[in-house]
């Protein structure tokens, strides 16, 4: 059964208050990227993966790849208010022997479908992924996630080219368009790319969404593919650090670890409280 608007947008509170606790008690950074993919993420996991909560090797269910692993707090967060992993490991995040490492990681966590790393290689596992599911016959899909500063990698256009050729229609890519890296705007440093028109110039067809409007990206989604024959991208955009207004469209937040006084200010704002 779908989640509703209302419901969504107040678990996306929560979860961010989630997100912001989870990186002052482990004194990590990269919330920009947590909080502007949060609520594609509480979509896709409430709302549209086919997921199988008592059997994650199930062969049936949608293979999600978050590709932009360094937000894996929003990863975690929307994770355990779904109740796929429990609510405590949240505490445990970035801790010596963490199931929930500061880069997600398979062999911690085995709910997942793919160890995160060097970005630019998350399109391609998903296009391969993809490829061995249609030719095995199966219906299901093959998702990811990436952000705006992986398609700086030659690695993701060239997977781009081989989804195109192959026609893989089971493989959606999103792509968190935040505008922000880790040293500055993405627009500055690689020019303004045009990004759905880019990847219809590699034979995919591609929608550009607000990436905060739960209605857009769940009617997006329910449209893939846009074009039988052809892979779909959804450019998603949103807005770095999302939900905070001091976080929000600001570089120094890629890396900054939150104070006691921004949880205070974040919690206010929010008007939530962590889930764990």
Not at 2 to 9: A, G, Q, W
Not at 67 to 83: F, I, N, P, Q, W
Request: a negative charge.
């Amino acid at each position: 059964m779908s989640v509703s608007i209302p419901i969504l947008k107040d678990k996306a509170r929560a979860v961010r208050m989630s997100c912001i606790q989870m990186a002052h008690d482990a004194h990590e950074g990269h919330l920009n990227g947590s909080l502007s993919c949060l609520d594609v993420l509480l979509v896709l996991f409430n709302n549209w993966l086919v997921i199988y909560p008592k059997d994650h090797r199930h062969p049936d269910r949608d293979r999600f790849i978050f590709s932009k692993g360094h937000a894996c707090t929003g990863l975690y967060a929307v994770m355990a208010e779904r109740d796929l992993i429990p609510r405590k490991l949240l505490a445990q995040y970035a801790q010596t022997d963490s199931p929930l490492p500061n880069h997600h990681c398979v062999h911690s966590l085995p709910q997942l479908e793919w160890s995160a790393g060097s970005l630019g290689h998350g399109l391609g596992v998903a296009s391969g992924v993809a490829l061995a599911m249609k030719r095995d016959g199966r219906k299901a899909r093959s998702v990811v996630l990436l952000s705006d500063g992986e398609c700086n990698e030659g690695s993701t256009w060239e997977a781009a080219m081989f989804a195109g050729a192959q026609k893989l229609d089971n493989l959606v890519a999103i792509v968190d368009y935040n505008r922000v890296q880790s040293t500055d705007f993405t627009d500055k440093l690689i020019g303004k790319i045009g990004l759905e028109e880019k990847f219809r110039a590699f034979g995919w067809n591609a929608v550009t969404i607000d990436g905060h409007d739960f209605e857009a990206i769940e009617g997006a989604l329910n449209c893939a593919p846009l074009n039988q024959g052809l892979p779909c991208a959804i450019i998603a955009k949103t807005v770095a650090g999302k939900g905070v207004s001091f976080m929000e469209n600001q570089v120094l937040w890629h890396y900054r670890t939150p104070s006691v006084e921004d949880l205070d200010r974040a919690k206010a704002e929010l008007q939530a409280e962590a889930i764990y």
